[in-house]
């Protein structure tokens, strides 16, 4: 993947996409589309039949862009055959994106260091096929690691208290762990994970799994290398872990007070249990997308709150969807400099380069538009009200897959909407991203010290 | 109103308010209070009661703050009296923000020169009392002429050929063009100006004196003394135009093309009617918030899209709410110049103040944290649906006072929500955008050329 000399130079006005960024959307969209034919055919179906086109790649496009929306019950539509398709989708779609990411992230922040060359053409940034190939193997042993010990727990806990089969208790604990791990949220039950709604034997372990994909590569990588030793975490590893704390606790207590009466969905729970569902829904917004409530039962004030919480999903370079924690943060340490009176932006005790500034700020509004515009189709398109078209839109262009229930009903074009957010929160935010921050690289030796990945 | 030597410096950490800002929240505080008190009256009200103390502040507010927001049908409700008292309230609002904007942005903008002294507290700037005559003065010169001239028009219009009679129409025609000049949006019609649909001799003077009070005082001073030489104009004064027209238009053409075939709104009417309504409806969400046609009859995505404009208002240092649009234009160049790739941020061929960046997105920010929060309050404390608590936050935080209805039937808590709205949205964006640009004063010198007035 060497920077293509025989290139015409581009002219300034352009958006410069890194190849890689590039590799990713033409991938995903090859993904999607063969994906989506396998899932179209019969063999897919439990009945046989050809599915919709539209279902289908709205399944696929799902999968890959490790949303977890769905258009029909996973559980008792597809065949063995359709559901190993499904999450073979999420595992190359959550590996691609943090293979791809990991690799532009570590770019951005210099820590290829040597091996990185950029060449005259700004937007030509090369890496070599060591770099690619070390960055993979890290990446497949991190998350088949994760994914493997995840795994086990949930098939042990499937085998010994639910009756299941090992070889089902050993398949399903494949599947939900790969789906949790890639921030994927499907799930082989037809009311996703409500059954197991009291039983942290289940919940915690899949928490555990979101939360580190949502970490992203690089913070594991430096968790892994430094432990403990603060001194030693990047900016980008601060924030993340910072911030992923202050949304799951935040979310957990916004979640289990608004919903701690409703006997639709708390209510019904013991105060432990209503504080597990209320921490194990919280981790879902940081994107992965299982329920184990009826999300639909939830009162309107509680969606509104998760619209935001999805909105910003998790650390970039990761599995979670979203514009991104260190988006959030550094938007967020601007406004307190601004109201401090400060003239420089520090973040944790570094000062934050100035060049995120404007890069944080176009992701987050090209994306809160992306959302908008998304919201404003839903309700052209349909009848259902504004807050339902507003979670939907917002939970497929996090591409977190929590849904009010209206998703299997949507006529094609809403869902033609949905599969375009879903497509746009998972590439376009990375490419968007990355473009920016790749573009603006020169600027690097004027300014700052160092800079988190947005997007 | 000189700087207060003996006051103690503040600490870094403080948000230095301007004292021209601070005696807008002040003197607005008391004039909502006294102003709710005398509409409490009996005299106020047409039965001879006493009004809930709830039920006159939030009119006095929505008079002060030029909202228009009401909880009584305000041509029935009120006897004359309550009528004066309520057009006394907006035009000491609208003129009193205007007069202070357009010192604080003069000040900012260095059009004062000598005559501004910034002592070595930062946050102490000084006018002279001299200063202020002059700029009061003009403020008023200008906006009781252009109040004036529409006045006239209008009670024209009302006597030949609405049956007023002439001191019926002379009052009529002084209350709406108070009301429009100073974007406040009460009416004497207990329809509000539903009657007047399809009349451009009511529909177009209104129009007319909404717009030029939206401009905002800086642009009206521009175009008076340059015309039309666009070369002398500053960015200020080139941005706001510009942003007027993009809006108008774009409202227009949104809110007619959304509600041509709506029979209960514009397709009752006849083509040129339904042109004149849009563009007449589209004015209002800048933001006087009068309306010929019924809004709570408005499709929900018409809704939607008037939110955004209602939140974004019009110029600064004008009558106008919302977090003005030369904040939504600064945050737009700077998505383009990302997209771009280009270095600086460049506007209309001036270069942009880089310190401006910052506030534009804080002001941009925090006011859309205020209006999620109020319409999170809203969904929490009524049982109305998100798409009209969220219209209904929007235009209480943009100073709009369109409604599709709910406002009279809202709990007590909620009606205080919209009280608190309506003063951030008027005296918090002001003091906000002030207090950030006069602290940042200090860095005029190392940085750029020119700075439009945000918030
Ligand atoms: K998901
Ligand atoms: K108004």
Redesign the pocket.
């Known amino acids: 993947m060497r920077a293509n000399s025989s290139r015409p130079p581009h002219s300034r006005g352009q958006i410069a996409l890194a190849q890689p960024a590039q590799v990713v959307a033409l991938g995903f969209l090859g993904a999607i589309l063969v994906g989506g034919l396998l899932l179209a055919s019969p063999w897919a179906n439990s009945e046989g039949q050809f599915t919709s086109l539209v279902d289908a790649i709205f399944t696929a496009t799902s999968a890959v862009c490790?949303?977890?929306l769905t258009v029909v019950d996973t559980a008792t539509y597809y065949t063995l055959f359709g559901k190993i398709i499904i999450i073979v989708l999420i595992q190359l779609g959550g590996l691609g994106i943090m293979l791809v990411a990991s690799l532009l992230s570590m770019l951005l922040m210099g820590k290829i260091g040597t091996l990185t060359r950029l060449s005259s053409q700004r937007e030509s940034s090369a890496l070599s096929g060591q770099d690619i190939r070390t960055a993979a193997k890290t990446v497949l042993f991190l998350s088949l690691s994760i994914e493997a010990l995840t795994a086990c727990v949930l098939a042990i806990r499937f085998w010994l208290s639910y009756d299941h089969s090992l070889p089902l208790a050993l398949w399903h604990g494949a599947f939900h762990s790969i789906s949790a791990f890639n921030?994927?949220?499907f799930a082989l039950y037809s009311d996703n994970l409500m059954g197991f709604v009291d039983d942290p034997w289940i919940s915690l372990p899949i928490s555990f799994a979101i939360i580190l994909g949502g970490l992203g590569f690089p913070v594991l990588v430096q968790l892994r290398r430094y432990g403990s030793n603060t001194l030693k975490w990047s900016m980008n590893t601060r924030l993340v872990l910072l911030m992923t704390a202050i949304l799951l606790v935040g979310g957990t207590a916004f979640i289990t007070i608004m919903e701690w009466n409703n006997p639709k969905t708390l209510g019904a729970l013991d105060p432990a249990g209503r504080l597990l569902a209320g921490f194990f829904q919280s981790v879902q917004t940081r994107?992965?997308?299982f329920n184990s409530i009826d999300i639909g039962a939830m009162h309107p004030a509680t969606w509104l709150g998760m619209d935001v919480l999805m909105f910003i999903g998790a650390g970039p370079a990761g599995t979670a969807?979203g514009i991104k924690i260190t988006t959030v943060a550094v938007l967020a340490f601007i406004i307190i400099t601004e109201l401090r009176g400060d003239a420089a932006v520090n973040v944790l005790g570094k000062r934050l380069s100035r060049s995120v500034h404007r890069q944080a700020l176009t992701v987050a509004l090209l994306g809160a538009a992306a959302v908008f515009a998304g919201t404003m189709c839903l309700v052209l398109f349909t009848d259902y009200s504004l807050d339902r078209c507003l979670f939907e839109a917002s939970s497929a262009f996090g591409?977190?897959?929590l849904s009010t229930g209206i998703t299997a009903d949507l006529p094609d074009a809403a869902k033609a909407v949905l599969i375009s957010l879903m497509y746009l929160g998972r590439v376009g935010v990375l490419s968007l991203g990355s473009a920016l921050a790749l573009r603006n690289r020169k600027a690097h030796y004027e300014l700052p010290k160092e800079r988190p990945a947005i997007g």
């Open positions: 490790v949303t977890g921030n994927a949220g994107t992965a997308g969807g591409t977190v897959g």
